[in-house]
């Protein structure tokens, strides 16, 4: 059983930056691909960003790019998600997610967080 815990969210003014972390515990951590999603109030889950088992390869939402990178650290069993030039849009519950794969998803993953808030207000 794998099991994903978030933190790092908060509230930070337009303009700010944040870095979420997630740590898996339960299984080999370099045997996963690892993403981050995002839900704001009254709207579906979506994707945020995706990195592959040895972080070779990562891929963005068109809303992110230039602005978050997502790194992963497979001593520390943790990825990670920078977010900088932070908007009031980015407001949302952020949660990361895993799956026994080498490749980078935008959905089907399989063990999820419970999610982290962040604010960011004008």
């Known amino acids: 059983q794998v099991q994903l815990v978030e933190s790092g969210g908060g509230s930070v003014q337009a303009g700010g930056s944040l870095r979420l972390s997630c740590a898996q515990s339960g299984r080999t951590f370099s045997n996963y691909a690892m993403g981050w999603f995002r839900q704001a109030p009254g709207k579906e889950r979506e994707f945020v960003a995706a990195?592959?088992?040895?972080?070779?390869?990562?891929d963005y939402a068109d809303s992110v790019k230039g602005r978050f990178t997502i790194a992963r650290g497979n001593a520390k069993n943790t990825v990670y998600l920078q977010m900088s030039s932070l908007k009031p849009e980015d407001t949302a519950v952020y949660y990361c997610a895993a799956k026994t794969a080498d490749i980078l998803l935008k959905y089907g993953y399989d063990y999820w967080g419970q999610g982290t808030q962040v604010i960011v207000s004008s």
């Open positions: 990195i592959t088992r040895r972080g070779g390869s990562t």
